[in-house]
């Protein structure tokens, strides 16, 4: 899925500082991520770049419940 801004652009990928905020992470919390192989970014040259769909997948696949709490 794509994103399609209020300027009628449509976004595949963003940057690194974009793609923390889309998912409500700090940076360096993406950087874990990354480390861990959760999400991986392409590049475009040394700049990482991250599929928008990437980010939607990411989401799904964490857990809906805080994992140090116990689940109901």
Same mark, same amino acid.
């Given at each position: ?8 652009? @449509? ?15 700090? /940076? $360096? ?6 480390? *861990?192989? &959760?999400? @991986? /970014?392409?590049? $475009?040259? $040394? ?6 769909? &990437? *980010? ?5 696949? *964490? /857990? ?6 116990? $689940?109901?």
């Amino acid at each position: 899925m794509t994103t399609v801004t209020a300027t009628g652009q @449509t976004v595949v990928a963003v940057d690194h500082v974009t793609a923390a905020a889309a998912l409500g992470l700090s /940076p $360096s919390r993406l950087r874990h991520h990354v480390r *861990l192989g &959760d999400i @991986t /970014p392409h590049f $475009s040259g $040394s700049k990482p770049l991250y599929l928008v769909t &990437d *980010l939607e997948c990411f989401i799904e696949q *964490l /857990p809906t419940h805080p994992e140090h709490l116990p $689940s109901a």
